[in-house]
């Protein structure tokens, strides 16, 4: 991998770019021009995968290092698995491949202590799970052993184990790779992090409603606190996580479940189609003709003139800002003028005007930066981290293809102290309207967002240590430790002590997640008319099996709760399910078998009680 970046680098040299565009997780480059993507908004692009889990099911109790190896290959290759398995089971053909990294990363040539791990690792792959070389079931990348390295990075690729040292680690990508075993002596924290990478990437590039594959998992003989990891926005390794395991033999419900796959449409951020939204704007307000430049970088849009070159038509439009609106644009000859008392927006240095104008001779860098903080601070609800740029861009291109103004003089023009209002007006206006477009768009989206699947009690859950807490009393939950959260709610507590004390005609209870596609949840209607999800609090079965759908409620508390019960009525209809939104008055729990307009009035609701149901 190194031989292609030298490359890649004389190949720079020859052509001696004026600009470069580089992308990576770990930049070791700097430049004027930085745009970060933080981790957060790459998994809720479900593009990577939400966390990783380091040691899951990792007993203790060795004799030697040998035999702790052996464990450790054994519970990665068991957790390798349970993905092949749940990706069956969501009939989606990728094979997960596990990676086993040898220590002492920073040399790749082997040492005799790599040598003696590399040996243990390949005699336990073959004479416990039949896995080597010959059957294609293993690849190996090491320093001058290389084998089965053909397609491995290909999703239905058979080989289940690569067995690699430091080269691995380095612009290799294959977005299979679920599970890592690390071996002791890792020295370069840098080089950790990547190799952990590799095991980040969704190979569709989307959630599925298994939670198992939606996590990265690494096995490692490493103690936790002697792991670093890097401060900047690397927090998706889960050190402490809390894992709950579904019970033995325990008799699964089958239960129709749903999940939205527009998760994305929901989200409050400018698209490519905001640029004819603000032109638009400009053009009614203003009275200012459209017109394109012709070497203009925007999207093609269907039914648009043919871009055409006119200056008389940018003076035409000058002169009717200049009129209808009282746009200054000699700012461009004059320079930027700072009358007493006014400042540019979220400037680093105060300007000391002294009561009289000054010219302001800011540097383009200077301008930009005042220009993107004012874009930023137009966007209200809108998600910033994404619309800034879009705003900034669409505005700039605007002003070239109406006033074939261009960067830094468009921004001076935009900026100035009296041009200002008039800009921001028009910008509120722009974003107004999107937003129309966009709440339409989502509640078309929501009406044809959901999927139906076939939900069961997951076969384990992972539950994040800072907001949650174990609960060892409790033991008729279907995962057990039972995991509560911390800010759980008075009835979800009093609902689940109740289900334990009368465990002796109670199969089973189950606490439901309130989001993502792993839950069980129905669709339902809301107040506004809009297509949501419901995601009932439990899940019961009973000694006699059947089983019950309840979502704890105090009167009153929840304005959408009649939609909710009216709803989960409806679905229970025809299925040998019973439930709804359930009360507590007095220690007794009631719900009502029919459709209700409120929760405050449960006179002619049934008591639940589990001694009666048998």
Request: some cysteine; hydrophobic content about 35%; proline content about 3%.
């Amino acid at each position: 991998m190194v031989k292609i970046g030298r490359q890649k680098r004389k190949v720079l040299q020859k052509i001696n770019p004026k600009v470069e565009i580089r992308i990576s997780a770990t930049p070791k480059t700097t430049s004027d021009h930085i745009v970060t993507v933080s981790r957060e908004e790459v998994v809720k692009e479900e593009m990577i995968k939400i966390q990783v889990v380091l040691n899951p099911d990792i007993t203790k109790g060795y004799n030697d290092e040998r035999e702790l190896n052996e464990h450790l290959i054994k519970c990665a290759l068991d957790k390798r698995n349970q993905i092949a398995k749940a990706y069956m089971d969501e009939g989606v053909n990728i094979n997960p491949l596990l990676l086993i990294q040898l220590p002492n990363d920073t040399t790749e040539s082997m040492t005799a202590e790599d040598s003696e791990i590399a040996s243990q690792v390949k005699t336990y792959l073959k004479a416990i799970r039949d896995i080597t070389v010959d059957n294609k079931k293993l690849a190996v990348w090491l320093s001058g052993e290389k084998e089965n390295l053909e397609g491995l990075e290909n999703g239905d690729n058979m080989t289940e184990v690569l067995l690699f040292k430091q080269a691995i680690a380095l612009g290799w990508d294959c977005p299979r790779a679920a599970v890592l075993l690390i071996f002791r002596k890792l020295q370069s924290n840098q080089f950790t992090i990547q190799t952990v990478g590799r095991i980040l990437r969704m190979p569709e590039q989307k959630f599925y409603k298994n939670d198992l594959l939606n996590v990265g998992y690494v096995y490692t003989d490493i103690s936790k606190d002697q792991i670093q990891i890097v401060a900047d926005d690397m927090d998706y390794l889960n050190k402490d996580v809390l894992q709950a395991v579904r019970r033995e033999n325990l008799k699964n419900v089958d239960l129709q479940s749903y999940y939205s796959v527009y998760k994305s449409s929901d989200r409050n951020r400018l698209g490519p189609d905001f640029r004819k939204v603000l032109i638009d704007c400009f053009s009614r307000n203003w009275l200012v003709k459209w017109h394109q430049l012709m070497f203009s970088f925007s999207l093609s849009e269907p039914n648009e003139p043919e871009p055409i070159i006119s200056g008389s038509i940018a003076e035409e439009n000058r002169k009717r800002a200049e009129q209808s609106k009282g746009i200054k644009f000699d700012v461009l000859r004059l320079g930027v003028e700072i009358p007493e008392n006014i400042v540019f927006q979220n400037e680093v240095n105060i300007i000391d005007v002294s009561g009289h104008r000054h010219e302001f001779a800011k540097s383009a860098g200077e301008i930009r930066r005042i220009y993107i903080d004012y874009c930023r601070s137009m966007l209200g609800n809108f998600e910033k981290s994404h619309s800034t740029d879009i705003l900034a861009g669409y505005l700039l291109q605007a002003m070239e293809e109406l006033f074939e103004l261009f960067e830094t003089d468009a921004m001076k023009v935009i900026l100035y102290h009296t041009n200002k209002p008039k800009f921001t007006d028009i910008i509120t206006r722009a974003l107004y309207n999107y937003g129309q477009i966009l709440q339409k768009r989502q509640r078309a989206a929501k009406q044809r967002s959901f999927v139906q699947y076939s939900w069961e009690v997951p076969a384990e859950r992972l539950y994040k240590e800072s907001t949650h807490h174990v609960m060892p009393r409790m033991k008729e939950h279907a995962l057990l430790p039972f995991i509560e959260l911390n800010a759980v709610s008075t009835p979800e507590r009093r609902f689940s002590e109740f289900l334990e004390a009368n465990k002796e005609y109670i199969d089973w209870w189950y606490k439901n997640g309130d989001e993502g596609k792993q839950h069980y949840s129905i669709p339902y209607e809301n107040s506004q008319g809009e297509k949501s999800l419901f995601y009932v609090d439990f899940v019961i079965r009973m000694k006699n099996g059947q089983v019950f759908l309840f979502d704890t409620k105090t009167e009153n508390s929840d304005s959408e709760a009649p939609n909710k019960h009216n709803a989960l009525i409806d679905y229970m209809t025809d299925k040998d399910l019973k439930g709804g939104i359930i009360v507590e008055k007095k220690e007794v729990w009631y719900y009502s078998r029919f459709h209700i307009n409120t929760t405050a009035d449960i006179n002619g609701w049934d008591t639940f009680f589990p001694s009666d149901i048998v």
